[in-house]
């Protein structure tokens, strides 16, 4: 069995990418493929490269209050393209109040400041059905 | 650390530092090496602790970089000049501050970072501020106005209005503020890659509304750095970028050189990506060395430029780390630049150093704890001499902050000077064993990176190369790992959990907003008259072409003629990025 494949990106024009990169980095140490895109990713570029890159989860980081609208339009893209089998969880500042609504939209999950990097490993195999090697 | 040699400049006599060592040995022997005895006097702490056991093997400074013994003496400073090395405030190496009053002599300013949704709801807070006291407003600009985009471009959909205010043309300037005593309010704004325009919008506002721009108060940050090494609103190149920030230096050098301050460095962005302290030092510096010889290159004499110029700094959570950051960073500024520009005149070699305290360290879990934590963040600034100090709200961590929030923020270091009488003398930890060689240590290792970025060809090459970007994300992974594996504490996120207090209230956006900024800038493209708007678009393209040509050509006149036509940001951006390209920074992960 393959590796899980990963795509972390941050969409919209918001550039900080402290979070995004300490992710992507941890996800790699943690025996997964990562490609990592960096910041100023639209939905299109988003969904396209996880296409291309034949990805089992798609991590979006958002802390510019954009999360409803960029995950909307990428589960809406993943749709449009039958590829609902990526995955798609957000992290970033996302109130709390917002969270049962990316959840509806097929979001499977949501990581706010402060997030243990094992947490998010273990919720990606769980996810995935995959071990991470 | 603890150097034991003997120094002829130390602040102590002859003899009396042996006495010390043998009384220092003496204490170790009798006094700390039996503490048990404590324990007898105080049986409920050995039972549970055991004997001589320390609560954690060592202890180490906030960023990680020193271990801190039991105790500090006399024998730590030993080589510490008290009149080259710590000084007087006021006076060369300016340790103790720039000032000779310090606080005594500053009144501290209400301040506020504010501007988010529409421009009616930020326009409506900045009026609470005001009333509230505030003479200070600095404006957040969206993302699109802060990349040069207008508010109906497909790039811009969804985040109109989001993080700053949107603007499109001069005529939301004159909108947001035409309730504003411009004489009276010092205002300014953040956007970095858009220096000539920002400088452009606030002038443009003086003139229109019958103001002299020159009298006006008004602060440009115009720092391109920071734009690459974690902020991310960058446009062009950053050597481009250094180049028209370096434009608005010399404009407002020469033609207004009263109150506008025409750049400043941020170092936050540096640090909350990973920096330590030192580092934070050191590359901070290095910057400021970059942005001072890039104006010289233009014909600006440092003298000029330095006075108007400061180092804009977080403050972290180690209270004694951070004072002696701010300490450490003003000594090693008056050296370096006495060394780089052969002079000892005031102007250039003291350093005003400001801060943003560190909102990288609030936490979501429990917000009201970072109270407690923005509070400690504002006394080191105060105690290490910081001249103007922004505090974050605490809610910053979950949400954009509310108008209550903000406000607390805006009083804390009200509360700090006037009640706790913090600012009652000038640098009170100065002469403290522990801040004095904690002092010395960073500006050692300060130095050490400012070394590292100098050999790297200067701070352009290091931004160009990535060598900050990956400086930051390799301490950022090891700050993470350290609370990880338990070695760092936060309270409220590793220690002391509960389930998260949901009920503060938060900051609520107004989804109208996009659609009311795009009907304005139709209307605005519609009234405006357009062979004007041509004819200007055109004679920034020739600068722009001139530019790239290596001729010298400054953009501040010709962008402020577009702005005056009501060319929109995207318009007069989109005309710069059609000559210079759009950049891409390096992945680095």
Known sequence: ?133 | MGKKKKSASGPFKKGFLERFQSNLKNWEEDTLKKRVIDGELRPEFWTKHGQKEKIKPEFKSGSGEYTIKEIYTPLDMNDTDPIKQIGLPGSYPYTRGRDPLGYQALKIPLKFYSGYGSSETAKQRYKTLYDAGSRFILVAADLPTQIGYDSDSPTAAGEVGKVGIAFDTLADMERLFDWMPLDKVQTGTVGNCIGPWALSMFYLLGEKRGVDPSVMRVQLQNDPFKEYTGRGTYIFSPKIAMDLASDVVVHICKYLPNHWEPQYHCTTTLRWGGCSATQEVGFGIANLIAYIEAAQEKGVKPEVFAPRLNLHMTADMDLFEEVAKFRAARRLWAKIARERFGTDDPRITSLRITVYTGANRLIAQQPLTNIVRVTIQVLASMLGGAESITVPAYDEALALPTAESTRLAGLTPHILNDECMAGNTSDPLGGSYYVEWLTNKVEEDGRKWYDAVEAKGGALAAVESGYYLQQMADGMYEYQKEIERGERTIVGLNKFLVETDESIELFKFDYEAEKNQIERLRKIKIERDHATVEKCLSRLKQVAENKAAGKQDNIVMPMMEAVRAYATVGEIFGVLREIFGEYRLPLIV
């Open chain 1, 1 to 133: 069995m393959g590796k899980i494949r990963v795509l972390i990106a941050k969409p919209g024009l918001d550039g900080h990418e402290t979070g995004a990169r300490l992710i992507a980095r941890a996800l790699r140490d943690a025996g997964m493929e990562v490609i990592y895109l960096g910041a100023r990713q639209t939905p299109k570029m988003i969904v396209d490269s996880a296409l291309q890159e034949g990805v089992d989860l798609i991590g979006l980081s958002i802390l510019s209050g954009i999360h409803k609208e960029a995950a909307s339009s990428v589960m809406r893209m993943l749709e449009e393209n039958d590829a609902t089998h990526i995955s798609l969880v957000v992290g970033g500042i996302i109130p709390k109040a917002d969270v049962p609504e990316l959840k509806r939209m097929g979001v499977k999950g949501v990581f706010g400041p402060g997030t243990n990097t094992h947490q998010v490993v273990a919720f990606i195999n769980e996810l995935t059905g995959l071990s991470p090697k």
